[in-house]
Each structure stands twice: as structure tokens, then as C-alpha cells.
T-cell receptor
């Protein structure tokens, strides 16, 4: 089945530093989504990217979809302690019955 | 509150036993997904239902089964439980199969299963 590789597995940063997680696929993706799971919580949808080269921003978070639609990244500028959690990329296609999550990147932030 | 309700929140049982986890999707959502998350692990897709019918199967063991009822709630049955089945089981729902919102998953709070 379709697989998405996500790196790094863990990232420890000092508060105020930037953070980036990457998601890569060997095949072209129809869309990619990002979810955040806080410690002890459940995954929460952040954003969906559909178009080649798409860039979307949510405050300090910047999401990119590669030109070839085979990779994506999530960048957080000036991390805060509220950013801690695990960030997952995912490829979901309800109609086609596809559901693949990356292994996630766990972010810890030192105050 | 995400709108997806899972019960029970916590469950402790013994090896060899059988349990049923229940999920009520968000109002209007036709699709239900089940995922397993072991300690510090990723989300393993188990199975998806759409409007009562099985749509896709992931890494679901033969000891596990699921179904979606006419009122769209879903149940995940886990039998002959083993220690390794201890995990957080998430249910997620999504809207109809058309439109950009169709692929957005709304997760429940999860059911934590401990097998002793």
C-alpha cells in the first residue's frame, strides 16, 4: 500500500527556535493532510493541501506541498511550549478507501 | 468536544477475553475509521466503513472485527485478547465521499485498552 515516510522521529528545541518536519512519498499524492496530537490527546486536523506547490499559513505554521506532489513539510517559526505534541502527515481518500499516516514527529520545547 | 464519541474511555481486561469498543460519528458523517495506537507509536489503520459497508481494510487482525450499523454508529470487537493488544483505539469520522471535506478526519478521544 501507499506509504509516507516522515522525518525526524523526534525533535527537541529551545523555545523560540524553529521546527520543521518532512513527509515523503514514492508516489504522487492526490492530497496530504497534517494533524497534531497533544500529549494524552487525540489527533486534530490542521490543514489539507491539494495543489502542486501549494503553501498555506496558519499564524506561525507554514505548510508546503511539493511541486511533484510527492513531499510536504510543516514549519513552525519561533516555537512555543504550546506547540509540543506529535505532528502527523496523512494521505486520506475516503472515496477510494485510502488512509495512511506517517509515523509522526514528536516535538518537545524547552522553555 | 470533537463530536465523535467513543466508549468506554478506559477498559482493563484479561488475556483471552473479548471486548467491544463503540463509536458514534459526528452528526452527518457517513464514514468511520478505526485506528490502533500503541505506546509512543504511530496510528495504525485498521478498517473503514462508509454508510454501513466496509470500504477498506488495513492491518486488522483476524481476531478483530467491526461493523457499522444503520444509525451509523460503529463497533470494534476484539477477541482472544493478548498482552500486545493493549493500546489506544481511536475512531474517526469524515463527511460524505464528495467534496474537499470528505477526507478530513475528526477523531474521538479514544478508548484505552489494557490487557493484563
Amino acid at each position: 500500500g501507499q506509504q509516507v515516510m516522515q522525518i525526524p522521529q523526534y525533535q527537541h528545541v529551545q523555545e523560540g527556535e524553529d521546527f520543521t518536519t518532512y513527509c515523503n512519498s514514492s508516489t504522487t499524492l492526490s492530497n496530504i493532510q497534517w494533524y497534531k496530537q497533544r500529549p494524552g490527546g487525540h489527533p486534530v486536523f490542521l490543514i489539507q493541501l491539494v495543489k502542486s506547490g501549494e503553501v498555506k499559513k496558519q499564524k506561525r505554521l507554514t505548510f508546503q506541498f511539493g511541486e511533484a506532489k510527492k513531499n510536504s513539510s510543516l514549519h513552525i517559526t519561533a516555537t512555543q511550549t504550546t506547540d509540543v505534541g506529535t505532528y502527523f502527515c496523512a494521505v486520506i481518500n475516503t472515496n477510494a478507501g485510502k488512509s495512511t499516516f506517517g509515523d509522526g514527529t514528536t516535538l518537545t520545547v524547552k522553555p | 468536544d470533537s463530536g465523535v464519541t467513543q466508549t468506554p474511555k478506559h477498559l482493563i481486561t484479561a488475556t483471552g477475553q473479548r471486548v467491544t469498543l463503540r463509536c458514534s460519528p459526528r452528526s452527518g458523517d457517513l464514514s468511520v475509521y478505526w485506528y490502533q495506537q500503541s505506546l509512543d507509536q504511530g496510528l495504525q489503520f485498521l478498517i473503514q466503513y462508509y454508510n454501513g459497508e466496509e470500504r477498506a481494510k488495513g492491518n486488522i487482525l483476524e481476531r478483530f472485527s467491526a461493523q457499522q450499523f444503520p444509525d451509523l454508529h460503529s463497533e470494534l470487537n476484539l477477541s482472544s485478547l493478548e498482552l500486545g493488544d493493549s493500546a489506544l483505539y481511536f475512531c474517526a469520522s469524515s463527511a460524505s465521499s464528495r467534496g474537499t471535506g470528505a477526507n478530513v478526519l475528526t477523531f474521538g478521544a479514544g478508548s484505552r485498552l489494557t490487557v493484563l
